[in-house]
C-alpha cells in the first residue's frame, strides 16, 4: 500500500491541486451514484414483489456484471486516450477517438445482444437458480439484452465527455435518465402489473434515450472542430486492441462477483436475497467512492499528454489521501443506516435479518475498496492496461482459495463477503507495487 496516503494525518482541506481534482471528481460522484441507481431501483421495486423475483433479479443481475461489465473499457480507455489528446491540444484528434469508440461500442453491443440471448438459459442453470426463481431471471436477462447497444454507446459517450474534462454533462443525463427510470418503473411494475418484466422494459426505454443524448452532443463537438463522421477503422482497431486488456481485467474482477453470487445461492434462497441487496449497495457505494478514481483517470491522462509526469504525480498522491477519507466516510453510513436499509429493500424478515449482519463487512470493506479504485484508475489513465490485467488475475486467483474454503466449510454468507474483502487487498498489494515505480509516467499525446 502506498504509504503516501498516510503522510498527513491532519491534511488541509484545500490545495491547490484539488480545485481541479474537485472539478471533476464531484459531478463524476453524483453521476456515478446516479448509474447504479438503475439497480438500486429496480431491487427496492421488485424486492416488494416477493422473494422469488427478487433472487430471480440476483442472479440476472449477476449475467448482465458479466455480459456488459468486462466492455466497460468503452468508458475507461476512451476517457484515458481522448485526455491525452486533450493535454495535447489536439481537440479534433480527441473527437476521432471519441468517435472510434462510438462505433466500437455500437458493434459490440449487438454483439452483445445476440450471445447473450443464445446462453441465458445455459448460464442461469449454471448459476445454480431454482425452478421458483429460474423464470424471472430470464425474463429480466432477455429484455435488458435488448438494450445491450445502446448501454454501450452510453460506456463510450461517457468516456468521450470524461477525457474532454467535462464532468457536469454526464452527470446531467443520468439524473434526467434516473428520474424517467424510477417513474416508468413504478408506472409499469405496479401501474401495469408487468412484474420483473416491467422494471427490465424501464431501464431498456432510459438507455435508449441517454443514448441518443450522448450521441446529439458528441456530434455538436464534431461539427464544431470538422471532424471525421464516418468510422476510422485504424483508430477503432487502437481502442479495441487496448481495450482487450481492460476486458481481462474486468472479466477477472466480475468472475469474483460472479463466483459469489453463484455460491450465495447456493446457500440458500434467502441468502441469495440477503446478497443481491447487499451487493447492490456495496455496488452503489463502489461507484460513489470510484469518482476520484474516474477523475484520476482523465487528469492522469491530460498530465502525461501535456508531458508533465511530476504534476501527474503530485496529483495522485492528493487522490489517495481522498480515497482513506471517504472510504472511513462511507463506512460509518452503512453501520449507521443498516437497519433502515434492511427495511427498505425488503419486508421478509429472514432475509432482513441476514442481510442486518452482512452490511457490517460491507462496511469494513468501504476504506480497502476506496484505495483499490483509485489506484486502479491512475494506472487506467496512464494506459497500464496489461499490468491492470495481470494484478486483477492475481487478486482473483487469491480469492478463489478463500471461496472454496467458504463453500467446503459451508461458513455462510458472512464468511463469503469476507473472502471479497481478501480479493479487494490483493488488488491493492499489486496496483500499489507499480504505482511505487515511475514505470506508469509515460509521457506524449499517445502512448507508446
Same mark, same amino acid.
Given at each position: 500500500?502506498?504509504?503516501?496516503?498516510? #503522510?498527513?494525518?491532519?491534511?488541509?482541506?484545500?490545495?491547490?491541486?484539488?480545485?481541479?481534482? &474537485?472539478?471533476?471528481?464531484?459531478?463524476?460522484?453524483?453521476?456515478?451514484?446516479? @448509474?447504479?441507481?438503475?439497480?438500486?431501483?429496480?431491487?427496492?421495486?421488485?424486492?416488494h414483489?416477493?422473494?422469488?423475483?427478487? *433472487?430471480g433479479?440476483?442472479?440476472?443481475?449477476?449475467?448482465?456484471?458479466?455480459?456488459?461489465?468486462?466492455?466497460? /473499457?468503452?468508458?475507461?480507455?476512451?476517457?484515458?486516450?481522448? *485526455?491525452?489528446?486533450? %493535454?495535447?491540444?489536439?481537440?479534433?484528434?480527441?473527437? @476521432?477517438?471519441?468517435?472510434?469508440?462510438?462505433?466500437?461500442?455500437?458493434?459490440?453491443?449487438?454483439?452483445?445482444?445476440?450471445?447473450g440471448?443464445?446462453?441465458?438459459?445455459?448460464?442461469?442453470?449454471?448459476m445454480?437458480?431454482?425452478?421458483?426463481?429460474?423464470?424471472? #431471471?430470464?425474463?429480466?436477462?432477455?429484455?435488458?439484452?435488448? %438494450?445491450?447497444p &445502446?448501454?454501450?454507446? &452510453?460506456?463510450?459517450?461517457?468516456?468521450?465527455?470524461?477525457?474532454?474534462?467535462?464532468?457536469?454533462?454526464?452527470?446531467v443525463?443520468?439524473?434526467?435518465?434516473?428520474v424517467?427510470?424510477?417513474?416508468? @418503473?413504478?408506472?409499469?411494475v405496479?401501474?401495469?402489473?408487468?412484474?420483473?418484466a416491467?422494471?427490465?422494459?424501464?431501464?431498456v426505454?432510459?438507455?435508449?434515450?441517454?443514448?441518443?443524448?450522448?450521441?446529439?452532443?458528441?456530434d455538436?463537438?464534431?461539427?464544431?472542430?470538422?471532424? $471525421?463522421?464516418?468510422?476510422?477503422?485504424?483508430?477503432?482497431?487502437?481502442?479495441?486492441?487496448?481495450?482487450?486488456?481492460?476486458?481481462?481485467r474486468?472479466? #477477472?474482477?466480475?468472475?469474483? /462477483?460472479?463466483?459469489?453470487?453463484?455460491?450465495?445461492?447456493? =446457500?440458500?434462497?434467502?441468502?441469495?436475497?440477503?446478497?443481491?441487496?447487499?451487493?447492490?449497495?456495496?455496488?452503489?457505494?463502489?461507484?460513489a467512492?470510484?469518482?476520484?478514481? =474516474?477523475?484520476?483517470?482523465?487528469?492522469?491522462?491530460?498530465?502525461?499528454?501535456?508531458?508533465?509526469?511530476? %504534476?501527474? $504525480?503530485?496529483?495522485?498522491r492528493?487522490?489517495l489521501?481522498?480515497?482513506?477519507?471517504?472510504?472511513?466516510?462511507?463506512?460509518?453510513?452503512?453501520?449507521?443506516l443498516?437497519?433502515?436499509?434492511?427495511?427498505? /429493500?425488503?419486508?421478509?424478515?429472514?432475509?432482513?435479518?441476514?442481510?442486518?449482519?452482512?452490511?457490517?463487512?460491507?462496511?469494513?470493506?468501504?476504506?480497502?475498496?476506496?484505495?483499490?479504485?483509485?489506484?486502479?484508475?491512475?494506472? =487506467?489513465?496512464?494506459? @497500464?492496461?496489461?499490468?491492470?490485467?495481470?494484478?486483477?488475475?492475481?487478486?482473483?486467483?487469491?480469492?478463489?482459495?478463500?471461496?472454496?474454503?467458504?463453500?467446503?466449510?459451508?461458513? %455462510?454468507?458472512?464468511?463469503?463477503?469476507?473472502?471479497?474483502?481478501? /480479493?479487494?487487498?490483493?488488488?491493492?498489494?499489486?496496483?500499489?507495487?507499480?504505482?511505487?515505480?515511475?514505470?506508469?509516467?509515460?509521457?506524449?499525446a499517445?502512448?507508446?
Open positions: 500500500m502506498p504509504t503516501i496516503i498516510f #503522510a498527513s494525518p491532519m491534511m488541509k482541506l484545500l490545495r491547490p491541486t484539488d480545485k481541479e481534482i &474537485m472539478r471533476l471528481a464531484v459531478p463524476t460522484f453524483f453521476a456515478l451514484t446516479a @448509474e447504479p441507481f438503475y439497480v438500486l431501483v429496480d431491487t427496492a421495486i421488485v424486492g414483489l416477493g422473494r422469488d423475483q427478487l *433472487a433479479v440476483a442472479i440476472a443481475g449477476a449475467y448482465l456484471a458479466w455480459a456488459f461489465g468486462i466492455f466497460h /473499457f468503452l468508458a475507461y480507455n476512451t476517457t484515458a486516450a481522448v *485526455a491525452r489528446w486533450i %493535454g495535447a491540444t489536439e481537440p479534433r484528434r480527441a473527437v @476521432e477517438q471519441g468517435l472510434a469508440g462510438l462505433w466500437l461500442a455500437l458493434g459490440l453491443g449487438t454483439a452483445i445482444t445476440v450471445v440471448l443464445v446462453l441465458a438459459p445455459t448460464v442461469v442453470d449454471v445454480g437458480a431454482s425452478d421458483a426463481i429460474r423464470p424471472y #431471471a430470464l425474463t429480466y436477462i432477455r429484455i435488458s439484452l435488448i %438494450g445491450a &445502446m448501454l454501450m454507446i &452510453m460506456l463510450a459517450g461517457v468516456g468521450y465527455l470524461r477525457g474532454t474534462q467535462d464532468g457536469r454533462t454526464p452527470l443525463i443520468a439524473v434526467i435518465a434516473n424517467a427510470n424510477l417513474i416508468i @418503473e413504478l408506472v409499469f405496479y401501474g401495469f402489473d408487468w412484474g420483473v416491467g422494471s427490465a422494459w424501464g431501464t426505454i432510459v438507455q435508449a434515450l441517454s443514448a441518443v443524448a450522448f450521441l446529439v452532443l458528441i455538436r463537438h464534431r461539427r464544431r472542430v470538422q471532424g $471525421r463522421i464516418r468510422p476510422d477503422f485504424a483508430a477503432v482497431f487502437r481502442t479495441a486492441r487496448v481495450g482487450i486488456h481492460l476486458m481481462m474486468t472479466a #477477472a474482477l466480475i468472475a469474483a /462477483f460472479t463466483i459469489t453470487t453463484s455460491l450465495a445461492a447456493r =446457500i440458500s434462497d434467502t441468502a441469495i436475497a440477503a446478497h443481491q441487496i447487499a451487493f447492490q449497495i456495496w455496488l452503489f457505494l463502489s461507484f467512492l470510484d469518482a476520484v478514481s =474516474i477523475a484520476g483517470q482523465s487528469i492522469v491522462g491530460k498530465y502525461l499528454g501535456a508531458a508533465d509526469p511530476v %504534476g501527474a $504525480r503530485q496529483m495522485t492528493r487522490m489521501q481522498f480515497a482513506v477519507v471517504t472510504g472511513i466516510l462511507a463506512a460509518a453510513i452503512v453501520v449507521a443498516r437497519e433502515p436499509l434492511a427495511s427498505i /429493500f425488503t419486508n421478509d424478515k429472514q432475509v432482513q435479518d441476514a442481510l442486518k449482519s452482512v452490511l457490517f463487512i460491507v462496511a469494513l470493506l468501504q476504506p480497502i475498496g476506496a484505495i483499490a479504485f483509485v489506484l486502479d484508475g491512475i494506472l =487506467i489513465g496512464s494506459g @497500464e492496461t496489461r499490468y491492470l490485467a495481470l494484478a486483477m488475475l492475481g487478486a482473483t486467483l487469491a480469492f478463489l482459495p478463500c471461496a472454496i474454503y467458504v463453500t467446503v466449510t459451508e461458513a %455462510g454468507l458472512n464468511a463469503l463477503w469476507l473472502a471479497l474483502g481478501v /480479493f479487494l487487498f490483493a488488488r491493492i498489494i499489486g496496483l500499489g507495487a507499480r504505482y511505487r515505480t515511475d514505470k506508469w509516467l509515460i509521457t506524449g499517445c502512448r507508446t
